[in-house]
């Protein structure tokens, strides 16, 4: 009933055809990576994904994870699921092989991400915070912090937190209070309540390496007194191995409207005589270390996005072909029809398609920076690549995961009332997509960051250059491509001026008020994800026509064109009613009261 | 924490200057009907909402109905509140008083409804359903049913439903298979299964009053053998009281993503010797009068739509006024604010609450054509009316629920992560609000209706008359106000052009291709959506405007104004997307597979 298919087919064309794979595997440090040890991967993946995971996430929802003396215990065949999935070393994907890792790409780890969040979006969130906790030890940690956390993080032995929200502090994280007071023997020890913990407590692992911010008590006040600290759930003895209990309970889990399984943990730190906690880096540089767990997480819950989005899609499209209602418009045939025959319901299945191709593209184009921002020996190319990854982030998370909201809620839509019962499944997508814009920063947050970050602090600079980037893109297209893919060009292009205006609108408005950027930031990140959905689509379709004028595959690319004019017919209309709201809605906003 | 503030207010004023109250009460019938007898039922029915129903629904969420060992239960609470509902009178607003009923106008019932869907919604299903049963056998019944049903529906003594879904007939009734054979007694013996029977089986009254959909064995086949049959769960005796049990049995409740105090049933019909059942009308004639429920049942669903945005909306602005994060935008105030300052915390707020106050205008606005319809003395009046009802009750139920779907959402994205959590309240009203585009019709049928029935069957006709309706209280408008409302004036007018050359390349494109107009349906009856929102919101910002010239209670009005030009900055540049989604997209989908 809920079968999951992975794509491999538009991942392996996205990367070898948009998201530079090639050029990826070219980089230092990856020459043993070929296009074909990748495919392997992603079949193996695929594999897993749709045998291992996707079948308990169902289960998942339903019994929930829950808390029981102290101990927080999984659904049903979660543990062994998750055993399989470190021996298989899915865990340490992207770490260097010192660590007993595999060294891919991040490109490679984001197309493989996708997998698992939508075969089990609630299984993937451990190993992916594992991940980038992993990450963060590996850029700031010491010799011996590295020696002792990162092969059983790595390996998927222990797991791996992110600790930011407290009651008073979430979007702003300034009013955090949890104290670390240094020790004569040189560690910390921490006190103070921690909400909101993606896997928190669990039984999947022997161990649970929290990463902690906190102030210490000479700090000074706001965002630059915060320091981020190692806290294990037991401390290692002297050969790594798991010991003595620390001083962190776990006080309750949530119960949510959706991510059943995974355990929502309020932590309680300090107790008895206060959580032994190692320092991370320097003192008071926390916050920016978070931002390394941050930017990676924002990216990964743009792939959570895309693929519950995915999920729903398959799930929509499965039923409209299975479901017979009603007859076809305007046929003599008196022969009932598959509700994927109704235009309506073909309209929805079409929005939901190529605004999927669209994020996922965008997101491993994104990925791709990424590697380069790391890897590349050419400094202009590194400083490209990361004006990129700054300015695609935000847009990444931000625009896809509002979309996927609306994807899961045509999905239900597409499947009616069996789609409003739970047992059907879609409703589970439904409920999980929402957190998509709320985790890791809300989507205002997203809006903030790029309109401050990004936008106002160099005038324009990084988002002029994206913008260039996608124009000189659109004019290479239409140099070379027949008029069949127009529309798509013609649109991004119309988009694009709109871009233009509404950025030229935003730079103006911030010297007549400050807060005028951020009354049109939310709109301003919409219409950027559009425009650049669009551009990825405009890409895509013009290399599908190549390789159709070459006699390749022409099912697969026949149908990319196809996506591409349902993304210029439905979507990047809608950038019109973005742009208006910036120029004519902002202003509203400053008495609004 | 869930406290329900009924917005009295704005009801009145849409009843008094938007919704031609006191035509209403001028109706003959009406004539005892007062605005000061209207706004006392407001007030108690406001107080028995936020006093008694309100407190109900969140425990009507967590606990649900529940079937146990044949007999339905619902939640703690449930059976007081539904006695001290029906003693209060409220179950027989609309009726006759030789019913027992108070013979008030529907214009006052909708205003009633709305309290009741947005204190509880689950709640108010019941007598909701209650009284569409009891309209239809007032206005079908034979003498004899009539005065055996009518009495104990009009005193919510006992309750009615509408059985119309089976398994493979939900959308297509033509599908409908269960039997009714014709007893020598002169009444039925139906056989058959149902599902998604609302209030199908629960505790709350003595008896349950099925109207169902079933065939003949002589019937022709599809829609036009399908007769409406009365068939009580038990069977009344001489004296009209509730006797034998009937062959009805419930095999189940569903387990549903929202409204889940609301038992939802599946009904089995005649696993013995078959449920009595009376004809209702004449054979096969059961469509036309199912419709008669379906149009008051539709118009129902869009007042729960606003009503369940409502209550979204107001926890939401509690939220934001309680919820200290952050700084002002560009103050040097180092104060941390109430997130109800962040500009696009305020985005969502007013987008909220100018759309709850569009539709509200125009649910209101068709509820007195309503009353116009049943009982104004001039002909010319009652077929314009008419038209009015025909042309908006499709875009009241599918433009509605579609918008307050997007509410809910955007009341969890103002909590974010505690907008996620289930205590909070905010997760139930999302996914009670997902139905509602979903039952009664799906958006895509209210869209077909709105496009076969209303706009194909006689070319236009009576959708140019609602806009030439529209275009002179425009031309009426800016002939008398001042340039303040402008925003609101234009921006309706330019949807206006919008919607005539839509409604234009519709019945061109019919003559083309018949899927066509199927295929821009829902872009269509959203863009319709939203100008005639924009429409309310014009006529009533320019009444405000009138008001606070003469200076009456400024702040109300001043507000009004406010809402106006939101609407008109946020939600009106909408239309640019639909109509361009229309002319350039629906094209495509007729290759789509």
Redesign the interface.
């Known amino acids: 009933m809920q079968n999951y298919r992975p794509p491999i087919e538009d991942i392996a064309f996205v990367l070898t055809d948009l998201a530079h794979l090639s050029g990826v595997c070219a980089l230092p440090g990856h020459e043993d990576i070929t296009p074909e040890l990748v495919a392997t991967i992603l079949e193996q993946a695929g594999k897993f994904a749709s045998e291992v995971l996707a079948p308990l996430n169902h289960v998942g929802d339903v019994e929930g994870s829950h808390l029981v003396d102290g101990i927080v215990s999984t659904p049903t065949g979660w543990q062994n699921a998750y055993r399989e999935f470190s021996q298989n070393g899915w865990t340490g994907l992207l770490f260097d092989s010192q660590y007993g890792g595999q060294g891919l790409p991040r490109l490679v780890g984001v197309a493989v991400q996708e997998l698992w969040d939508a075969s089990n979006m609630a299984f993937s969130l451990c190993p992916m915070l594992t991940q980038t906790a992993a990450e963060v030890i590996c850029l700031q940690g010491t010799a011996e912090q590295k020696k002792i956390y990162l092969e059983p993080l790595v390996s998927g032995k222990w797991t791996g937190t992110m600790n930011l929200?407290e009651p008073?502090?979430?979007?702003?994280l300034?009013?955090i209070r949890t104290q670390a007071v240094r020790t004569p023997e040189g560690h910390y020890k921490l006190s103070g309540q921690k909400i909101?913990i993606t896997y928190g407590d669990h039984d999947l692992a022997e161990n649970i390496v929290h990463l902690v911010l906190a102030r210490t008590p000479d700090a000074p006040s706001g965002v630059k007194g915060i320091s981020l600290f190692i806290v294990p759930k037991f401390i290692p003895d002297s050969d790594g191995n798991p010991g003595k209990r620390n001083d962190v309970r776990t006080v309750s889990l949530?119960?949510?409207?959706?991510i059943r399984a995974s355990p929502t943990a309020v932590l309680s730190y300090g107790d008895e005589s206060g959580a032994i906690g190692h320092l991370l880096g320097e003192e008071h540089r926390g916050l920016e270390y978070m931002f390394i767990m941050m930017n990676m997480a924002r990216h990964a819950v743009g792939i959570e996005a895309y693929a519950i989005a995915d999920r729903a899609y398959q799930r929509a499209l499965d039923y409209s072909m299975e479901r017979?209602?009603?007859y076809?418009?305007?046929s003599k045939n008196t022969q009932?029809v598959p509700?994927?025959n109704?235009?309506?319901?073909?309209?929805m299945?079409?929005e939901m398609e190529c605004q999927i191709q669209a994020m996922r593209a965008l997101s491993l184009y994104t990925a791709s920076a990424q590697d380069f921002v790391s890897r590349h020996p050419d400094d202009a190319k590194r400083a490209d690549s990361q004006v990129i990854v700054d300015v695609l982030t935000p847009i990444v998370k931000g625009w896809s995961s509002e979309v996927a909201?609306d994807i899961a809620?045509q999905g239900?839509?597409v499947m009616?009332?069996m789609?409003?019962?739970?047992?059907t499944g879609m409703?589970q997508y439904?409920?999980d997509a929402?957190?998509t814009?709320?985790?890791e920063g809300?989507?205002?947050i997203q809006?903030?960051d790029l309109v401050r970050r990004k936008l106002i602090s160099d005038r324009g600079a990084m988002i002029q250059k994206v913008i260039e980037l996608i124009r000189r893109d659109i004019e290479d297209s239409n140099a070379k491509n027949a008029p069949e893919v127009l529309?798509i060009n013609m649109g991004t292009m119309n988009g694009l001026e709109l871009l233009q205006d509404s950025t030229a609108w935003l730079l103006d408005s911030e010297r007549k008020?400050?807060?005028?950027p951020?009354?049109a930031?939310?709109n301003y990140l919409m219409l950027w994800g559009i425009v650049a959905g669009g551009w990825q689509m405009m890409r895509a379709s013009s290399i599908a026509l190549k390789y159709i004028e070459e006699k390749h595959n022409t099912s697969f690319y026949s149908h990319k064109v196809?996506t591409s004019?349902?993304y210029?017919?439905?979507i990047l209309?809608?950038?019109?009613?973005?742009?208006?709201?910036i120029v004519?809605?902002?202003e509203?906003?400053?008495?609004?009261?």
């Open positions: 929200t008073q502090a979430g979007s702003d300034s009013g909101f949530e119960h949510k409207l959706g017979v209602q009603g076809s418009v305007g009932k509700i994927r109704h235009p309506d319901v073909s309209r299945l079409v909201n809620s239900i839509q009616g009332g789609g409003f019962i739970e047992e409703a439904f409920r929402r957190i814009t709320i985790y809300t989507t205002g809006a903030a529309s008020d400050p807060r005028l951020f009354a930031s939310f196809l004019k349902y210029a017919g439905f209309p809608k950038t019109a009613g973005y742009y208006s709201a004519n809605g902002s509203l906003l400053m008495d609004a009261k």
